[in-house]
């Protein structure tokens, strides 16, 4: 690690500017750019999350929003009755507990079942939730009494985002990453090598699981109320896998440059044409199928690459004509 820190230095420090900056934007940026951000900053850390399990392990889930809602309804449960950081904390635990359980039961399913199933899941939480609330709390909706400002959310979905993206980073050099990507390649063999498969998946997707409910969490502090509809909307599914898949999974960094355009493009849509994102959701579906199975991550280090060894050329060049 300190190795990798003495070679990176410049790049870690341009990094850390360019973090601080984001940091203090508040001072000088609108309301609107703040509540754009935080968005993308949401949409980075699920997206991220998705891809550090299901990226790797090509389980394909869909139940980014199962995990979401479930973390809005531990946060408007419990922030009246506990400080709302210890909600927050809580909200983590919840949705590690559920996915345990979730995962144990499921993900010894394989291909398409899988699919099916964490995309029913959503659906089943929705609706076991929403008839609690009708027929035992005899209300649809529950208010979130929270004086949190919009600066202060963007802060925790800023940090969120980067902790996504470096532990990402940080356990795919770990063994467990190891494991994953085994996995991914073949968990039969995987197993074969000694590699506790069952006990890596189900972690992985508790985890990927907790980060998801802390997101909702978050983001409700902006809602003043709560349902079931607004909590667990399945086109949040898509929305999290399609930046993944658009900004490549196989980086800790690719999701992050696939939940961009996609946020503007969203932003775009909802003042112009608000019946019209699911459709655009859908072309980038096809575009990624056909034209960037892979992402537009190597695309963007290909021409790094190519770019960095010009300029060793060009280099080169120079020190022969001085000479």
């Not at 000088?28 to 790797?56: D, E, K, P, R």
């Not at 345990?100 to 899941?121: E, K």
């Not at 699911?278 to 992402?295: R, T």
């Amino acid at each position: 690690m300190l190795e990798l820190v003495a070679k990176d230095w410049p790049a870690i420090a341009l990094g850390a500017l360019a973090v601080l900056a984001l940091a203090l934007l508040p001072l000088v940026a609108s309301g609107y750019v703040l509540s754009l951000l935080l968005l993308l900053y949401a949409n980075i850390a699920l997206s991220t999350a998705w891809a550090f399990f299901s990226g790797t392990t090509r389980y394909i889930s869909l139940a980014t929003a199962a995990f979401f809602g479930v973390g809005i309804y531990t946060l408007a449960i419990l922030h009246v009755h506990v400080p709302m950081a210890i909600a927050l904390l809580a909200t983590a635990v919840v949705g590690f507990l559920v996915a345990l359980i979730v995962g144990l039961s499921t993900l010894r399913l394989r291909g398409v079942y899988f699919v099916v199933f964490t995309f029913g899941l959503t659906e089943l939480v929705h609706q076991v939730v929403n008839w609690w609330e009708i027929k035992i709390n005899r209300t649809a909706t529950r208010y979130i009494f929270a004086d949190v400002s919009n600066v202060t959310i963007y802060q925790v979905l800023l940090a969120l985002a980067l902790l996504t993206m470096v532990g990402s980073w940080y356990v795919s050099r770990l063994r467990i990453g190891y494991a994953l990507r085994a996995i991914g390649e073949d968990e039969t063999v995987a197993r074969h090598t000694g590699i506790d498969a069952t006990r890596v998946k189900v972690l992985c997707f508790a985890i990927s699981a907790s980060v998801m409910a802390v997101v909702g969490a978050v983001l409700a502090l902006r809602y003043p109320y709560i349902d079931a509809s607004i909590a667990f909307n399945n086109s949040r599914s898509f929305e999290v896998l399609i930046a993944a898949l658009l900004g490549g999974p196989s980086r800790p960094w690719g999701p992050a440059l696939g939940a961009i355009p996609l946020i503007l493009l969203s932003e775009y849509l909802s003042g112009t044409f608000p019946r019209h994102f699911p459709i655009a959701l859908g072309l980038c579906f096809v575009v990624i199928v056909y034209f960037l199975p892979g992402g537009i991550a190597p695309l963007v280090e290909r021409a790094y690459h190519s770019w960095a060894a010009g300029r060793g050329f060009t280099a080169r060049l120079a020190r022969l004509w001085r000479t």
